[in-house]
């Protein structure tokens, strides 16, 4: 049996978990307020997963933030962002355009208006 501890980032409370693992089946996990902690734990113990939050570049040469529109699995977050590397997004964008259809599962969009 092992022990892993977190910190929970559900809500600003930041419940210190301990987490009783067998392999990588949970046990239990204690120290949370409500049961999104133990979610959470759950969650990052057995799949866990990331929003990724970073720029692509333009075709006038800058840059537009983007982001993607649900959680990926965290193994996947380097292939992720060879992916978001590859494109050039086309000027003029607004909030909520999609620039990848399908990474891991998740479409990436722009999360700020850009003009040409």
């Known amino acids: 049996m092992a022990t892993r501890e977190l ?11 301990k ?23 759950e969650n990052e113990c057995t799949n866990p997963m990331r929003t990724i939050t970073t720029t692509a570049k333009t075709n006038n040469g800058g840059v537009v933030a983007v982001k993607t529109q649900t959680t990926i699995p965290k193994e996947k977050m380097f292939e992720c962002m060879e992916m978001i590397n590859a494109v050039t997004v086309k000027l003029p964008v ?21 003009e040409a």
């Open 7 to 17: 910190t929970c980032i559900v809500c600003p409370r930041g419940c210190q978990l």
């Open 19 to 41: 987490v009783e693992l067998e392999g990588k089946k949970v046990l239990s996990v204690t120290g949370n307020i409500c049961k999104r902690g133990a979610l959470y734990a």
């Open 94 to 114: 607004k909030v909520g355009d999609v620039i990848i259809e399908d990474a891991f599962g998740s479409a990436v969009v722009v999360t700020e208006n850009k």
